[in-house]
């Protein structure tokens, strides 16, 4: 795309090409520098919640719901997902991305294969909840908006509904690749 946009240009108005790339990526070092203290605070925050039991607090109220959704026993792996959960709940993906590598290297099981509660995981930090779009926001807020948390709600809503649609897409497949080998390992038997 921006080497589609590059040659449009140089086609166009080939004297601003330059002038429109240093422009652009001004503009990106700026915004970038806007969204670092946002991310250095809920970065902060996760720290404090994990150094302080909170986590853990976290862990045990969502373990019900990690158990259920993602298969996995190992306290240490539920805690490292619910403190990735929790923080995509808040709308800092970013903050949220160091406890989900933690979280896949815990879930890899040495196969080289993605396992269901790793599919699991990354289709729920896609689709995250999001009770409060904190990065967007920030982004609305740098960007000028008059209001902007009034996407609250419908980013709320819509995040619902994808995330409720990504789980059972994961649990139907993973149902149908369950049965297609049941049927594989009876044709097996069979032979």
């Not at 449009?8 to 990106?28: G, K, R």
């Not at 990065?135 to 609250?152: E, F, H, K």
């Amino acid at each position: 795309m921006m080497l589609a946009s590059i040659l449009v240009l140089l086609v166009t108005n080939p004297s601003a090409v330059l002038s429109e790339m240093i422009s652009c990526s001004a503009d990106a070092l700026e915004l970038c520098i806007e969204l670092c203290a946002i991310y250095a605070i809920w970065l902060g925050i996760m720290e404090l919640v994990d150094a302080s039991g909170l986590a853990e607090k976290l862990a045990r109220l969502l373990r019900p719901l990690i158990k259920k959704i993602f298969r996995v026993e190992d306290k240490e792996t539920q805690k490292l997902i619910a403190m990735n959960v929790s923080a995509n709940l808040l709308g800092i993906g970013n903050a949220a991305t160091p406890m989900g590598i933690k979280s896949m290297k815990a879930l890899d099981d040495g196969s080289g294969k993605a396992t269901f509660a790793i599919i699991m995981l990354i289709v729920i930090n896609a689709t995250s909840i999001q009770l409060l779009p904190t990065t967007i926001i920030g982004l609305r807020q740098s960007a000028g908006s008059a209001n902007p948390a009034d996407i609250i709600f419908p980013t709320l809503l819509v995040t619902i509904f994808t995330t409720v649609l990504g789980i059972s897409l994961v649990i139907f497949i993973d149902k149908i690749l369950k049965k297609i080998k049941n049927k594989r390992k009876a044709v097996e038997v069979k032979k």
